[in-house]
């Protein structure tokens, strides 16, 4: 079919989105830019030439979400007009009804699934992309990780030179990747107090993507994140261009770290929990000094952003307070779990299993994630599992060593809520813990029973 002009194409693509909201039938973030590209393939390209100071992409298998909205908060604190896909519709369709409302935005700023990156960048010709961390997920649709790095690898080797590729420089494969382009600023962690002195046995990338020999690290963070180098061909991790030199984790109130930059030194108080968000803070960090932005403005505005829907957000629930962690592959949920054990009081913990398109239909990663930490602590004081595959989840815990009538289950994740917070008790704190179509699930019931704002308007 021929393309129809772009204006009409564009106004067929709003009244749709108009529509799905009227009819209660989603938020409309996705359907416009669906319908959009259909009728106007090269419209994505288009509107992206038309944003005057360009297009940032970040992505990464984790934290992508996080780290847009705080690049998004220090875009907002130097007086930018951006648009942004806000709501975490990440693919083509997604970006493509974002611009449709760019509004006279002077700049725009997109978090992109890991398999639509190279499409986008190649449409967008991006000013800017953050490659953030490359993690086993949804092997059913992306493939083995290699595939997903080599891709790419391709994408980095087309795009214009002038393009500023920031990268993680403690993934080894994503540092290989960047590694190829011209015009890099790398991030990584500094402090040696928070490594790990060996890597954990759910680690992805391990060998050298050079060579193929194994990888030595001096120093290891997240799962195969750290310190790496390969006695083999030499190559080794990069000097980080920004670097947390201090790194102070305080459980789930937040942290602080110190961040050099060449731009000046950042002293920096976050409210979101984990070694996971001290990534997403330098990715951040890194990409507003990549579009000149200064520590002044760069610090405080990261300081104040709150975490996303689902990403260490709390909700008040009656005398509960209730801390939602998105824990979708096995690195992020190890993560997860080491972060609630720094807090010092027992655990209550609703974990909900969906295997639908968006997660994943193989969930056998849920045997790569160190549940028995949780067991070994002595903090775990009630376990409700819930969601499409919550059995399997329940006999994931059971192989842990938890016994049966130590944990419920309720496929329901309406029912599942309610047994957790009867469990964690007036006054306690209930820790949940979704794949990501549980977690919109939930944030359907909340929304529902009135705690929340639907997730499309959140700002």
């Given at each position: 079919?021929?393309?129809?002009?772009?204006?009409?194409?564009?106004n067929?693509?709003r009244?749709t989105?108009?529509?799905?909201q009227?009819?209660?039938?989603g938020g409309?973030?996705t359907l416009p830019?669906?319908v959009l590209t259909?009728?106007r393939?090269e419209?994505?390209?288009?509107?992206a030439?038309a944003v005057?100071?360009?297009v940032i992409l970040?992505?990464?298998t984790?934290?992508?979400?996080?780290t847009?909205?705080?690049?998004?908060?220090?875009l907002?604190?130097?007086?930018?007009?951006?648009?942004?896909n806000?709501a975490?519709?990440?693919?083509?369709?997604?970006v493509?009804?974002?611009?449709?409302n760019a509004d006279g935005a002077e700049?725009?700023?997109?978090e992109?699934?890991?398999?639509a990156?190279p499409?986008?960048?190649?449409?967008?010709?991006?000013?800017v992309?953050?490659?953030?961390?490359?993690f086993?997920d949804q092997l059913?649709?992306?493939?083995?990780?290699?595939h997903l790095?080599?891709r790419?690898?391709?994408?980095v080797a087309?795009?214009?030179?002038?393009?500023t590729?920031i990268?993680?420089a403690?993934?080894?494969a994503v540092?290989?990747?960047?590694?190829?382009?011209?015009n890099t600023?790398s991030y990584?962690?500094?402090?040696p107090r928070?490594?790990?002195?060996?890597?954990p046995?759910?680690a992805?990338?391990t060998?050298c993507?050079?060579?193929?020999?194994?990888?030595?690290y001096?120093?290891?963070t997240?799962?195969?994140?750290g310190?790496?180098?390969?006695s083999?061909?030499?190559l080794?991790r990069?000097q980080?261009?920004v670097?947390?030199?201090?790194?102070?984790l305080?459980?789930?109130?937040?942290?602080?770290?110190?961040?050099?930059?060449p731009?000046?030194?950042i002293?920096?108080s976050?409210?979101l929990?984990?070694m996971h968000?001290?990534?997403?803070?330098?990715a951040?960090t890194?990409t507003s000094?990549?579009?000149?932005?200064g520590p002044?403005?760069i610090?405080?505005?990261?300081?104040?952003?709150?975490?996303?829907?689902g990403r260490a957000?709390?909700?008040?629930?009656g005398p509960?307070?209730?801390?939602?962690?998105l824990?979708k592959?096995?690195?992020?949920a190890?993560e997860?779990i080491?972060?609630?054990?720094?807090?010092?009081?027992?655990?209550?913990?609703l974990?909900?299993l969906?295997d639908r398109t968006?997660?994943?239909?193989d969930?056998?990663?849920?045997w790569?994630?160190?549940?028995e930490l949780l067991?070994?602590?002595?903090?775990?004081?009630?376990l409700?599992v819930?969601?499409?595959?919550?059995?399997?989840m329940?006999l994931r815990?059971?192989?842990a060593?938890?016994?049966p009538?130590?944990?419920?289950v309720?496929p329901?994740v309406?029912?599942?809520?309610?047994?957790?917070?009867g469990?964690?008790?007036a006054?306690g704190?209930?820790?949940?813990?979704?794949?990501y179509?549980?977690?919109l699930?939930?944030?359907?019931?909340?929304?529902?029973?009135?705690?929340?704002?639907a997730?499309?308007e959140?700002r």
């Amino acid at each position: 079919m021929p393309s129809l002009p772009q204006k009409l194409a564009a106004n067929a693509a709003r009244g749709t989105g108009r529509l799905s909201q009227r009819l209660g039938r989603g938020g409309g973030t996705t359907l416009p830019g669906l319908v959009l590209t259909r009728l106007r393939p090269e419209a994505t390209a288009e509107m992206a030439r038309a944003v005057p100071d360009g297009v940032i992409l970040l992505s990464g298998t984790n934290g992508k979400t996080t780290t847009a909205r705080l690049v998004r908060a220090a875009l907002d604190a130097s007086g930018a007009r951006v648009v942004a896909n806000t709501a975490g519709s990440n693919l083509e369709r997604g970006v493509a009804t974002a611009l449709l409302n760019a509004d006279g935005a002077e700049v725009a700023l997109f978090e992109v699934d890991e398999a639509a990156l190279p499409g986008l960048m190649a449409q967008t010709k991006p000013r800017v992309v953050t490659l953030m961390n490359l993690f086993r997920d949804q092997l059913d649709r992306y493939g083995e990780l290699e595939h997903l790095a080599d891709r790419w690898r391709d994408a980095v080797a087309a795009i214009d030179p002038a393009t500023t590729v920031i990268y993680n420089a403690d993934d080894p494969a994503v540092a290989e990747i960047a590694a190829r382009h011209s015009n890099t600023l790398s991030y990584g962690i500094e402090d040696p107090r928070v490594g790990r002195d060996r890597l954990p046995h759910a680690a992805d990338t391990t060998e050298c993507r050079h060579c193929g020999a194994s990888l030595h690290y001096e120093m290891v963070t997240i799962a195969h994140l750290g310190r790496w180098s390969c006695s083999e061909c030499g190559l080794v991790r990069p000097q980080p261009d920004v670097g947390a030199t201090r790194v102070e984790l305080h459980g789930l109130d937040g942290q602080r770290l110190a961040i050099d930059t060449p731009r000046g030194p950042i002293e920096l108080s976050l409210r979101l929990p984990g070694m996971h968000n001290s990534y997403n803070a330098l990715a951040a960090t890194a990409t507003s000094v990549a579009l000149d932005l200064g520590p002044e403005a760069i610090g405080p505005s990261l300081a104040k952003r709150e975490a996303a829907f689902g990403r260490a957000e709390r909700t008040q629930i009656g005398p509960v307070r209730v801390t939602t962690l998105l824990a979708k592959n096995p690195a992020g949920a190890n993560e997860n779990i080491r972060t609630m054990l720094l807090e010092d009081h027992p655990l209550h913990l609703l974990v909900l299993l969906n295997d639908r398109t968006a997660d994943g239909q193989d969930v056998s990663w849920i045997w790569d994630v160190d549940y028995e930490l949780l067991l070994d602590s002595g903090q775990l004081a009630s376990l409700t599992v819930g969601g499409d595959r919550g059995y399997d989840m329940a006999l994931r815990f059971r192989y842990a060593g938890l016994e049966p009538d130590q944990l419920s289950v309720f496929p329901s994740v309406s029912a599942a809520l309610d047994a957790a917070l009867g469990a964690g008790g007036a006054g306690g704190e209930l820790y949940v813990l979704p794949t990501y179509t549980a977690l919109l699930e939930f944030q359907a019931v909340l929304a529902e029973r009135g705690l929340v704002p639907a997730f499309w308007e959140d700002r």
